[in-house]
Each structure stands twice: as C-alpha cells, then as structure tokens.
C-alpha cells in the first residue's frame, strides 16, 4: 500500500504542492524558535515538516514561485532558500544547503486541517534557547537548545 498523500497550497490557492504525510519520504516534523524563522513568519516560531524532494510533487503554480537565499542570519551558516507565491506571498518551503534533497514545508499550508493535529504534529522542537518567555513549547515533543534535527 502506498504512503498517505496530502496537498499544502499557498493563500490565494495559486500554488499547491503534494507530499507524503508517512513512510521514508516524510523525514520528520518539528517546531523551530531560531530567529531567522521568526522573520520569515512574523510570528514567533516556525511548525514544519521535511519531506525528500524526489517526494514533493507541484501540482501547479511552480512558475508562481518566487525564489529568494541567503546565509547572513541562518544560525547554522548555510544558505537557505525560500520559495514564495509571487501572488500572495505565502512561503510554501524552504530549501537549506545542509539538508540536500529535501524541502522544508510549513505545517501550516497543509489543507487538511486534521493532518495538522495527527501525521504532522510537530516531534521536535529546536533552538529552545531562543523560544519567547509567554509560550511553553511543543508539549510531548522532543526538545532541543540547538538546531540539531537528526
């Protein structure tokens, strides 16, 4: 039988990717608090999901992404790349030059609202040191100081 299969899309729906929530591909789930995803969300922690990019499938909109990297204020000193809806602005994933081959996706643009609570609840949470005072973390997940994700 073959992996559970689930589609994330950007807001304005231009976008939509499709990705295994189960099995190999789907590498791992977790909460980040470094300061740079702070930025990139505007909020104060980052819930993703890394799955392989032989895996990540776009079913449209791959010309509508928009493509922006940078190293300056990754903690880890790799280069990260983003890619945005160029409608809408949404940050479907990011690609980091210390994980090659895989694509990490934001829980959040998943459209089945139910996988976030189950499949994709986050099983770590990373860079602890840098989480805000007024929020208790990932209950039940792994925590981490650092960036470490293996």
Partial sequence: MAPE???????CGGVQLEF?????????????????????TASMFASNFI???????????????TE???SKTIASGNTMTNFFCSTCGTLLYRRSSGF?????TRIGTVDDHK??????????EVFT????????????AE?????DLS
């Fill in 129 to 140: 040191k840098d989480r805000v005072s007024w929020w208790p973390g990932v209950q039940g």
């Fill in 20 to 40: 295994p929530v189960e099995g190999e591909d789907m590498v791992n789930s977790f909460v980040c608090n470094c300061t740079d995803c702070r930025k990139i």
């Fill in 5 to 11: 299969r689930a589609t994330a899309s950007c807001f």
């Fill in 51 to 65: 799955v392989k990019d032989s895996a990540l499938k776009h079913l449209t909109g791959q010309e509508k992404l």
């Fill in 100 to 104: 090659p081959g895989m694509s990490i």
């Fill in 68 to 70: 922006y990297s940078q």
């Fill in 115 to 124: 996988l976030h609570e189950t499949k994709l609840k986050p099983k770590l």
């Fill in 143 to 147: 925590q981490r100081e650092d960036g």
